[in-house]
């Protein structure tokens, strides 16, 4: 009977000693999942946004700025001020054509100042 008192006294020291060292690797992961994080927040990264998430914040900024177009870009004249800017208008573009006319206008003007420059030198 002594002998197996031992034996139990003995299974619960190994529980103990196995139960610290888990603690300590517990402590231990704990440490190393903050210092990963805080790592990550030094070198400026962000959290990943699920697709859900960003697709919630797309469409808010989609009805945000349905929203002002609805007013012609003007804001509202209620208590609430909001800060939103209204779009610019979008310069119309040159045709082909024009472009060429432009190119062709500025080479006429460097070859008569080029002129000019061989006449007086």
């Known amino acids: 009977m002594a002998e ?3 034996v139990v006294q003995q299974l619960r020291q190994e529980r103990d000693q196995v139960a610290r060292t888990l603690e300590q690797l517990d402590a231990a ?5 903050v ?11 962000r959290a990943k ?7 919630r914040i797309a ?4 009805a945000r700025w349905a929203k ?7 804001k509202k004249k209620s ?3 909001t800060n939103v800017a209204s ?7 040159l045709s082909a054509a024009a472009r060429k006319k432009i190119a062709a206008a500025q080479k006429a003007r460097w070859a008569k100042l080029k002129a000019a420059q061989k006449k007086s030198g």
Not at 49 to 55: E, G, I, V, W, Y
Request: charged share 25%.
């Open 68 to 74: 002002v177009r609805a007013n012609g870009g003007q």
């Open 49 to 55: 946004l699920s697709p859900a998430a960003r697709a």
């Open 35 to 45: 210092s990963a994080s805080r790592e990550v927040q030094i070198r400026g990264g």
């Open 29 to 33: 992961l704990a440490a190393l999942s």
């Open 4 to 6: 197996l008192d031992r």
């Open 59 to 62: 469409a808010a900024q989609r």
């Open 87 to 93: 779009m610019p208008k979008k310069r119309p573009t």
């Open 79 to 81: 208590a609430s001020k």
